[in-house]
């Protein structure tokens, strides 16, 4: 059986960052990437390019913090957003020059992880390469499969005499030829990559009827590059510090302006500043985007509010008007739910028939891991999401010791999170008839696992490691990317310093209790408890915080990012200000360009702590 210091699961962006900077600090360690595709990147991933497809960041936002995503190199322009098949050569560049890329096994599955008993852990893979199964042992496995890896694609009534093209968001790549060969496509859903197939096909004139369920969610919000009436650009809005504060967020004093916060949350006078400034925000999203200037692009105006949406705000990155497309009859919008499907045709619960030559549906994504944890019941252990002891129930949150995470636990932390931000009490209501995809006619699975499954949400101290007693000794498992937000490589690349940090050591005892708990009690030293309890704090905050978009299920976030990076680099004894004086920080916007030296500072402060330990 092959033996390996890390194996990392994924080369997606975070899984790349994870085992570049691991092999950065660890030259000696053995590592390996398995990987499913045939190629790296994740939603870059050169099967998964579909027509049209840009990030929805623009340059200078979406790169890795050490690795520019420069003009010279690869042809994009300020202002202009980074097509996929350079995002793809982007991180294929990364790879080569961190020397990563002879570690990545290409279509390799892992079917099971099974984790070792004794002090010190470690994993029993078995892999899947081709038709034969092998195992490997890992001393520390990382976990970088995300939230779209697996599309979650349910049976509708009627489909097998539908006779023709019936697929998931993610299969696009592979039935591009509707863009060239269809007359008519419906299109299932209203988050963004539904829009973005609405565009590809609208935009070469083909007709395309428009499905957004009158049971579900609605449109995704969807604003222009730049936004409020000063026209500033939403990317770096999102990360300007003063704004931030605006956001409540039950990590957020990891800045340090924790009075500034408590002011805009605990007092009437901020709160209404806030209150304004999400309206304004919302508002004039709502009047750029000219939803009432035509019947058919009011349908497509958002139904949850701005401040109560996650990352599902997406950016208008096409390179013609879409409304435009909605206005001239290309695009018709219909508000209802699929109830089955005959030859070549989709019925809707309003008694429309739409003949259609492809059905592309948008609905969503398995969340929990495609990977078989073992043995049984360690899911809970390892703070996954896992179906509860009783319906409605929390527990149990964790299987060894005893059941810290009671329901009186939970009831004590949504008390705090509504004591500290009294504007959460007042939630917002999106749709009085909304149900599960599931719940409507026509619509089953076989699927055990799907987006309708009441399960606990992910428990993972600040969203990478299991917070159980088993593993803080170990410290052989780590999830790099269980979270959604804007500003994805910056993250990558602070949550890779930590991992790493993590596997070695190297995290305070103030941040992460010390092993055998030899210390524990003492000041300073954080508990197991201490630890359990901030976690279910965070992971019940995204219930509150984020009701429009995945908060209850995991980490789904957009002006809460800078104070997460905050947070990682506080547990890493790093600066966290990083700007010349305090009306910068407060005013400048945070970019990668800020964390570019971030492996070297922990490199230097671990050198440091050596040699004192050494001199003494």
């Known amino acids: 059986m092959e033996s390996l210091d890390l194996v990392v699961i994924g080369a997606g962006v975070f899984g790349l960052a994870t085992a570049k900077t691991y092999h950065q600090l660890n030259p000696e360690k053995s590592l390996v990437i398995l990987e499913t595709s045939s190629s790296l990147g994740g939603v870059w991933a050169k099967q998964r390019l579909y027509p049209g497809l840009k990030t929805n960041n623009m340059l200078g936002t979406y790169e890795y913090p050490d690795f520019p995503f420069d003009t010279e190199t690869f042809g994009v322009k300020p202002g202009e957003f980074m097509p996929g098949t350079v995002v793809q050569d982007y991180l294929t560049k990364y790879a080569e020059k961190f020397g990563i890329v002879d570690k990545i096994r290409f279509q390799t599955e892992v079917i099971t992880a099974e984790h070792q008993s004794g002090p ?53 790549p592979q039935h591009a030829d509707t863009v060239e060969t269809a007359k008519t496509v419906t299109v299932f859903g209203g988050t963004k990559l539904a829009w973005d197939a609405v565009y590809a096909h609208a935009s070469k004139g083909i007709k395309v009827d428009w499905v957004i369920r009158e049971s579900g969610h609605g449109p995704a919000w969807m604003a222009p590059p730049y936004v409020t009436p000063l026209k500033k650009w939403l990317e770096k809005l999102v990360h300007t510090r003063m704004l931030t504060w605006l956001s409540p967020c039950i990590w957020g004093d990891a800045d340090g302006y924790t ?12 709160r209404a500043i806030t209150n304004t400034f999400w309206s304004i925000l919302g508002g004039d999203v709502i009047t750029l985007n000219k939803y009432a200037s035509h019947p058919e692009t009011a349908k497509l105006k958002p139904w949850s509010e701005a401040m109560f949406t996650a990352s599902s705000f997406s950016i208008l990155n096409y390179p013609t008007d879409i409304f435009e497309l909605v206005r001239n009859g290309t695009v018709r919008v219909h508000i209802a739910d699929i109830t089955h499907l005959s030859p070549h045709t989709a019925h809707l619960s309003d008694g429309t028939a739409l003949a259609s030559d492809a059905l592309i549906a948008v609905t969503g994504w398995k969340h929990v891991p ?97 917070p159980s007693a088993r593993f803080l000794q170990t410290r052989d498992i780590a999830f790099a990317g269980f979270l959604m937000n804007f500003n994805t490589l910056t993250i990558a690349h602070a949550q890779s310093v930590w991992i790493s940090a993590y596997f070695n050591g190297q995290l305070s005892s103030a941040v992460i ?54 947070l990682l680099l506080g547990d890493l004894g790093l600066k966290v200000h990083r700007k010349a004086g305090w009306v910068a920080e407060a005013t400048e916007p945070y970019g990668p360009e800020d964390y570019k030296d971030l492996v070297s500072e922990f490199s230097t402060k671990v050198e440091h702590f050596k040699r004192v330990t050494d001199d003494c």
């Open 370 to 466: 495609p990977i078989k944890f073992l043995p049984e019941g360690i899911d809970a252990e390892l703070g996954l999401p896992h179906a509860p002891a009783q319906p409605g129930s929390m527990e149990p949150l964790f299987t060894t010791g005893a059941p810290l995470l009671t329901e009186d636990a939970v009831k004590r932390a949504d008390e705090e999170i509504l004591l500290r931000f009294p504007r959460l009490k007042d939630q917002p209501v999106q749709n009085k008839n909304l149900k599960p995809l599931l719940a409507t006619k026509g619509f089953s699975t076989t699927d055990a696992i799907n987006p309708s499954t009441e399960l606990t949400p992910y428990t993972l101290y600040h969203f990478l490691v299991p």
């Open 120 to 172: 010190e852990g470690g994993w029993i893979l078995t892999v899947q390469a081709g038709t034969g199964r092998s195992q490997i042992s890992a001393r520390k496995l990382v976990l970088a499969t995300g939230f779209t890896s697996e599309p979650f694609l349910p049976h509708i009534e009627g489909q097998e005499e539908f006779g023709v093209p019936f697929f998931h968001g993610k299969d696009f």
């Open 513 to 566: 209790p010390p092993v055998g708990g030899a210390e524990e009690g003492a000041e300073g030293v954080k508990t197991v408890d201490e630890l359990r309890r901030e976690t279910l704090l965070h992971a019940r905050f995204g219930k509150w915080r984020y009701p429009a978009g995945h908060g209850s299920q995991f980490p789904d976030f957009v002006f809460d990012a800078l104070p997460y990076v905050d």
């Open 259 to 270: 009075k500034t916060r408590a002011f805009y949350h605990g007092t009437a006078v901020g």
